[in-house]
């Protein structure tokens, strides 16, 4: 009696994290070729095992395994490699790295690199960072995107910086997100700058906002553009004045979180963005791409070598495309819950205020009032602790206010200030929970 075949288990390609940018360094195309074969070895944990050109080797290891291709004419030349890594390979994981080195006339060079996981879990536990080749070069190399040097460190916006960076926000032809750190009024920001290049610069325009510049973003482009006070937004390409603000992702109250929690987050949503932008101004080359175009030339090609290879590609492509819907789904469950929950507690708002006598929605004791309490001639700086004090849970007047309103002691309508401020405190109050 014949056993019925045992079926394969499914693999998943889980999408992980693809850029491309250009090398503008004189010879680049060499001196990147030489850091990728750098690479390589140390993947493979054996030095020099690889030829200094890498025109067309496969190499295998307990650790590794890697095929580089080479394609070249008088345009130029190509220069391809495919590296798995297979050291978790007993669990199911191997880390997949494409990598390719494009060189076209007198063109800037262009690099690219991709890595996927192929596992066979759907859900998987691992750290979401770039590959470190990808900081070897910016290490090494001038290297540009969008028209703007890229470093392995994050760029500083201060109130000089901030027409740059809204050039860049709003350039039409821009590829890369934009991922802005707020720093607050001690000039921190909520997470480590240095930690979040490491694991993402080469793969996104990393910005680092002080609060004049936060201030001036908002003058600029309107509070719903902004990000301030130790908050972190990631800007994806097409931010134009007309498109919709809040489809551009914004963490806050980020410091309340432990910072690996807050960085995994933040990556798993910056790093697959390459999957999901169009090519810039050619496709992402791979090994197999290669040996199609080279299959193609030969005379004793046959059609179902070059078949196979069309088939592996889009199967490829077909896995991390699933994989990216299924992480769009879930992230739309997530916020309809908590859009479920919102509602809930404004349900229970509204129900607690409709119970309240009326002078404690607001239209009891007034500014006038409470304004004798204070010593000496009002000021701003008593307009603002009589609302803090006297509205703790719907009030908070941040140590920026304070410092100010210090400054300003010779305001000349400071009880016009506390009118406004009681009516914000109570009155609106009042009627924003009660919808």
């Keep these: 009696m014949l056993e019925p075949d045992t079926p394969e288990p499914r693999r998943f390609t889980i999408p992980i994290v693809r850029t491309t940018f250009r090398v503008t360094d004189r010879r680049a195309f060499e001196k990147l070729l030489d850091l990728c074969r750098r690479w390589i070895e140390q993947k ?17 290891s307990p650790d590794a395994r890697s095929v580089v291709r080479l394609l070249g004419d008088e345009s130029g030349c190509i220069w391809t490699a495919r590296v798995e890594d297979l050291r978790e390979a007993s669990r199911g994981r191997i880390w997949t790295t494409d990598v390719f080195i494009e060189k076209r006339g007198a063109d800037p060079a262009r690099f690219g690199v991709e890595l996927v996981l192929p596992s066979t879990q759907r859900e998987e536990r691992f750290h979401f960072t770039r590959p470190r080749l990808v900081g070897d070069v910016l290490a090494t190399l001038s290297v540009e995107a969008d028209g703007v040097a890229m470093t392995a460190q994050p760029e500083v916006v201060g109130p000089r910086e901030i027409e740059t960076f809204l050039d860049l926000l709003s350039d039409p032809r821009r590829r890369l997100p934009i991922l802005a750190l707020a720093c607050g009024d001690d000039g921190a920001a909520a997470v480590d700058p240095g930690e979040v290049a490491r694991r993402m610069s080469g793969c996104v325009h990393l910005r680092v906002l002080h609060p004049e510049a936060s201030w001036a973003l908002t003058h600029a482009r309107g509070k719903e553009w902004s990000v301030y006070h130790k908050a972190i937004r990631l800007y994806l390409p097409g931010a134009d004045a007309d498109d919709d603000p809040f489809r551009h992702p914004l963490w806050l109250h980020v410091e309340r979180q432990a910072p690996e929690v807050v960085l995994q987050a933040i990556a798993a949503r910056v790093l697959p963005a390459g999957f999901r932008s169009a090519p810039d101004d050619a496709r992402f080359w791979r090994v197999g791409l290669l040996r199609k175009l080279a299959a193609s030339t030969r005379s004793d090609a046959t059609d179902i070598e070059i078949l196979k290879t069309r088939i592996d590609q889009a199967r490829r492509d077909q896995e991390t495309a699933e994989a990216l819907m299924e992480e769009a789904e879930r992230a739309r469950e997530i916020a309809e819950k908590e ?55 719907r009030i908070v007047v941040l140590p920026s206010a304070h410092h100010s309103a210090e400054r300003s002691k010779s305001f000349r309508y400071p009880e016009r200030t506390l009118d406004l401020l009681w009516k914000l405190a109570a009155h609106y109050w009042a009627r924003l929970a009660g919808g």
Excluded: C, N, W, Y
């Design 44 to 60: 493979h944990g054996k030095p020099t095992i690889l030829p200094k050109d890498l025109a067309a080797e496969d190499h295998e």
């Design 339 to 393: 859009r479920a929950r919102l509602a809930a507690e404004l349900q229970l708002v509204r129900a607690q205020l409709a119970q309240l006598p009326a002078g404690r929605a607001g239209s009891g004791a007034g500014p006038r009032d409470v304004a004798p309490l204070v010593e000496g001639p009002l000021t701003i700086a008593d307009a603002l602790r009589l609302v803090e004090v006297l509205f703790p849970d």
